[in-house]
């Protein structure tokens, strides 16, 4: 599992959550960061395990300074995903002082798993953020679900989520969907920030698993923009119950949207199929 410092950069760039303007990409000596001792080798369907890892810097040293702060770009975000986009999980480990990170998860079926280590690291320069991936196949009967097409209301524990009009979403370009959230009682919800964010919207292209994150940032909520190229996109929350997600993916095709939000001390996901031209 390694990685060029360019294939780092670039990935900085086109997949990062916040990553700042584009570096300058110099080739140079090959640098990489690399996911190590990793365990365990093999995880079974339903079953809590802990995942365990760490993450070595260029120099072969572990990386134990994350980047802090009061926003979403921090630390580490451990996203899970089945290859069909079914099933999402999402976790912040907490490095520990010598750069491991623990975290206890369940998969929940069997299947092909995409693990996305979004790393924050508290480095100067131009690399803000960077992802370190490794797929895990969890043995066992595979659930395959075809990924079902667009629709604009998803409900998830009696909680309605519902994209307004018929979203028309470009590649490359900044877009934004106004939702409108629900409690079980018809009331609009309001949301509580969850690791730094109002809401956080994790995107994932069907086939390929590229990836991107955007975030519904509290008025006045320092560090949770996310940046791609040129572009800044930041979703608010305009009055209770509505969202505006920003949503900038680097190329055409489906993806699914899975949002995640607190409301009322719950964490909801509600996923979406969306159309990118
Ligand atoms: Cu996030």
């Given at each position: 599992?390694?990685?060029?410092?360019?294939?780092?950069?670039?990935?900085?760039?086109?997949?990062?959550c916040?990553?700042?303007?584009?570096?300058?990409?110099t080739?140079?000596?090959?640098?990489?960061?690399?996911?190590a001792?990793?365990?365990p080798?093999?995880?079974?369907?339903?079953?809590?395990?802990v995942?365990?890892f760490?993450?070595?810097q260029p120099?072969?040293a572990?990386?134990?300074r994350y980047?802090?702060g009061?926003?979403?770009?921090?630390?580490?975000?451990?996203i899970?995903?089945?290859?069909?986009?079914?099933?999402i999980l999402?976790?912040?480990?907490?490095?520990?002082?010598?750069?491991?990170?623990r975290?206890?998860?369940t998969?929940p079926?069997?299947?092909v798993y995409?693990?996305?280590v979004?790393?924050?690291?508290?480095?100067s320069?131009?690399l803000r953020?960077?992802?370190?991936?490794?797929?895990?196949?969890?043995?066992?009967h595979?659930?395959?679900?075809?990924?079902?097409?667009?629709?604009?209301?998803?409900?998830?524990?009696?909680?309605?989520?519902?994209?307004?009009?018929?979203?028309?979403?470009?590649?490359?370009?900044?877009?934004?969907?106004?939702l409108?959230?629900t409690?079980?009682?018809?009331?609009?919800?309001?949301?509580?920030?969850?690791?730094?964010?109002?809401?956080?919207?994790?995107?994932?292209r069907?086939?390929?698993?590229d990836y991107?994150?955007?975030?519904?940032?509290?008025a006045?909520?320092s560090?949770?923009?996310?940046?791609?190229?040129g572009?800044r996109?930041?979703?608010r929350?305009?009055?209770?119950?509505?969202?505006?997600?920003?949503?900038?993916l680097p190329?055409?095709?489906?993806w699914?949207?899975f949002?995640?939000?607190r409301?009322?001390?719950?964490v909801?996901t509600?996923?979406?199929t969306?159309?990118?031209?």
């Amino acid at each position: 599992m390694r990685f060029a410092a360019l294939a780092v950069l670039l990935a900085a760039v086109v997949a990062g959550c916040g990553s700042s303007a584009p570096p300058q990409i110099t080739v140079g000596a090959a640098r990489t960061y690399d996911l190590a001792a990793w365990s365990p080798a093999r995880v079974a369907a339903g079953k809590p395990t802990v995942l365990s890892f760490r993450i070595d810097q260029p120099s072969g040293a572990p990386l134990t300074r994350y980047r802090t702060g009061t926003g979403p770009h921090t630390g580490v975000h451990l996203i899970i995903v089945r290859d069909d986009l079914a099933t999402i999980l999402h976790y912040h480990p907490k490095p520990e002082p010598d750069g491991m990170l623990r975290q206890r998860v369940t998969f929940p079926t069997p299947g092909v798993y995409k693990v996305i280590v979004d790393t924050y690291p508290a480095l100067s320069g131009p690399l803000r953020n960077f992802q370190l991936t490794r797929m895990m196949t969890v043995p066992g009967h595979v659930p395959h679900q075809a990924l079902p097409p667009f629709k604009p209301v998803v409900k998830v524990d009696g909680y309605r989520f519902a994209i307004q009009g018929k979203p028309k979403l470009r590649a490359v370009q900044a877009n934004f969907l106004t939702l409108h959230v629900t409690r079980p009682d018809g009331s609009p919800a309001t949301f509580t920030p969850w690791f730094g964010a109002l809401a956080h919207a994790i995107f994932f292209r069907e086939g390929t698993l590229d990836y991107f994150h955007t975030h519904v940032c509290a008025a006045g909520a320092s560090g949770c923009a996310s940046v791609f190229g040129g572009s800044r996109v930041v979703g608010r929350q305009t009055k209770p119950g509505v969202l505006r997600v920003g949503v900038l993916l680097p190329v055409s095709g489906t993806w699914r949207l899975f949002l995640q939000t607190r409301i009322d001390g719950h964490v909801l996901t509600a996923p979406f199929t969306l159309n990118v031209r």
